[in-house]
């Protein structure tokens, strides 16, 4: 385990990426998918670092999370070999499912906003009720997020746009 990849700071889980040849087109620039593959990189880096990775949650509690919803801004490009920053901030919780704000930066400019929502599901296939061990402890003991109402964290983005 790299030792970076449990940074946090300010409320905020920071993982560095590099961008490689396989992540570009010929032209060196990112092909768009790939934004989506290094917040998902993040979100279970993130997820580790308070205390919840994806095998406890599976084996321990027979569920998974799955992304229910994906709103991505792509602002400027990313391009080869740049050192970019995955931020997911914000964590906001609902009976079910998580809301995850994501930046990708090139150090201080923000090149894509991602907000996520990932459903909890159990052993059935359909959506069931966090934990409260993970709404609570892990989002906003461990990591001292603010955890606010959903409208207001939409309300929040909508801002952002």
Same mark, same amino acid.
């Given at each position: 385990? +790299?030792? =970076?990849?449990?940074? &946090?700071? @300010? ?6 990426? +590099?961008?490689?040849l396989e992540d570009s087109d010929t032209e060196g620039v990112v092909y768009y998918a790939n934004y989506l593959r290094y917040a998902e990189r993040a979100r279970t880096e993130m997820l580790r670092s308070v205390g919840c990775p994806h095998t406890d949650i599976k084996c321990l509690n027979k569920l998974v *999370?799955?992304?229910? +919803?994906?709103?991505? @801004? ?7 070999? @740049? =050192? ?15 809301? &995850? =704000? ?16 990932? #459903?909890? &599901? ?13 709404? #609570?402890?892990? *989002? ?10 959903? +409208?207001?964290?939409? =309300? ?6």
């Amino acid at each position: 385990m +790299r030792p =970076e990849t449990r940074l &946090i700071k @300010d409320g905020s889980h920071i993982l560095p990426i +590099r961008v490689y040849l396989e992540d570009s087109d010929t032209e060196g620039v990112v092909y768009y998918a790939n934004y989506l593959r290094y917040a998902e990189r993040a979100r279970t880096e993130m997820l580790r670092s308070v205390g919840c990775p994806h095998t406890d949650i599976k084996c321990l509690n027979k569920l998974v *999370f799955a992304v229910r +919803r994906c709103e991505v @801004d792509y602002l400027t490009p990313a391009r080869l070999d @740049d =050192e970019l920053v995955v931020i997911s901030g914000q964590v906001v919780t609902e009976a079910a499912s998580l809301w &995850i =704000e994501q930046r990708i930066q090139r150090g201080v400019e923000e090149i894509a906003k991602l907000l996520v929502r990932l #459903v909890c &599901i159990g052993k059935t296939g359909k959506p069931v009720r966090l934990p409260k061990k993970y709404c #609570v402890t892990h *989002f906003c003991h461990f990591w001292l997020l603010k955890c606010i109402s959903t +409208r207001d964290w939409i =309300e929040k983005w909508n801002k952002l746009r």
